[in-house]
C-alpha cells in the first residue's frame, strides 16, 4: 500500500522559496511507470495542478507556474520535492503530493506571510 | 489548456437518490484520460474513477462514469450519507493536466 505524507514550513515569507518534501513508503520513486505530482488548493478554492515528475527524472509543469517551480526526486531518501519561488499570497494554499492518481498526501498548508 | 467546466455547481438531493453531475472539456480529452474524485471537509481528495469509465479500487459500484470526447457523466445511484461531498472532474490526456471547479453534492 503507497503511502504519502508531505512535510515543510507552514509560513513562508512573501518573495522567499517554498520548499515542500515527500515521503513515499511502499514504492520506490524511481521505478514503475508512474508520475509523482504536486497539486495544490488555495483555501475554500478548486484544484490546481502543478506539475510532475516521472520516474525516469523528466518534468512536467504547468505552464502558469513552470518559470518558478522545480520537481526534484531523492532516491536515497525515497522522497520527491517541490520548490516554488518568490512566492505571493496568491501561493498560500494546501498542498497535496500524489501517486499518479491516486493516493493522495494528507496535505499540508502553507501560509505566504507579507 | 483544456478547461473543463462542471455543473450543477450545487446539487441539493436526498439520501436513496440519484445524482448525476456533468464535466465537459473545451477539447476532446485524449484516449478518456478522464478522472473523477471525491473531496470532503478537510480531507484530500479521493479517486473514484479513472479512465473515464473505470472504478477505483474499492470503491462502491453505485458510482460510476461514462463519456467520451467532451463530455461526462459521474453517476450515483443511490446516495448514502457518506456521499454528500464535492466532486472533480480531471484530464490528464493533455498538459497541462486540469480540474474542474467542482460540484458540490449537499443534503436536500
Known amino acids: 500500500q503507497v503511502q504519502l505524507q508531505e512535510s515543510g514550513p507552514g509560513l513562508v515569507k512573501a518573495s522567499e522559496t517554498l520548499s515542500l518534501t515527500c515521503t513515499v513508503s511502499?514504492?520506490?520513486?524511481?521505478?514503475?511507470?508512474?508520475?509523482w505530482s504536486w497539486i495544490r488548493q488555495p483555501p475554500g478554492k478548486g484544484l490546481e495542478w502543478i506539475g510532475y515528475?516521472?520516474?525516469?527524472?523528466?518534468?512536467n509543469y504547468n505552464p502558469s507556474l513552470k518559470s518558478r517551480v522545480t520537481i526534484s526526486v531523492d532516491t536515497s531518501k525515497n522522497q520527491f520535492s517541490l520548490k516554488l519561488n518568490s512566492v505571493t499570497a496568491a501561493d498560500t494554499a494546501v498542498y497535496y503530493c500524489?501517486?499518479?492518481?491516486?493516493?493522495w498526501g494528507q496535505g499540508t498548508l502553507v501560509t505566504v506571510s507579507s | 489548456e483544456i478547461v473543463l467546466t462542471q455543473s450543477p455547481g450545487t446539487l441539493s438531493l436526498s439520501p436513496g437518490e440519484r445524482a448525476t453531475l456533468s464535466c465537459r472539456a473545451s477539447?476532446?480529452?485524449?484516449?478518456?484520460?478522464l478522472a473523477w474524485y471525491q473531496q470532503k471537509f478537510g480531507q484530500a481528495p479521493r479517486l473514484l474513477i479513472y479512465?473515464?469509465?473505470n472504478r477505483a479500487t474499492g470503491i462502491p459500484d453505485r458510482f460510476s462514469g461514462s463519456g467520451s470526447g467532451t463530455d461526462f457523466t459521474l453517476t450515483i445511484s443511490r446516495l448514502e450519507p457518506e456521499d454528500f461531498a464535492v466532486y472533480y472532474c480531471?484530464?490528464?490526456?493533455?498538459?497541462?493536466?486540469?480540474f474542474g471547479p467542482g460540484t458540490k453534492v449537499d443534503i436536500k
Open positions: 500524489v501517486y499518479d492518481l491516486d493516493p
Open positions: 511502499g514504492a520506490s520513486v524511481n521505478s514503475g511507470s508512474y508520475y
Open positions: 477539447q476532446s480529452v485524449s484516449s478518456r484520460y
Open positions: 515528475i516521472y520516474y525516469s527524472g523528466s518534468t
Open positions: 480531471q484530464q490528464y490526456g493533455s498538459s497541462p493536466f486540469t
Open positions: 479512465g473515464a469509465s
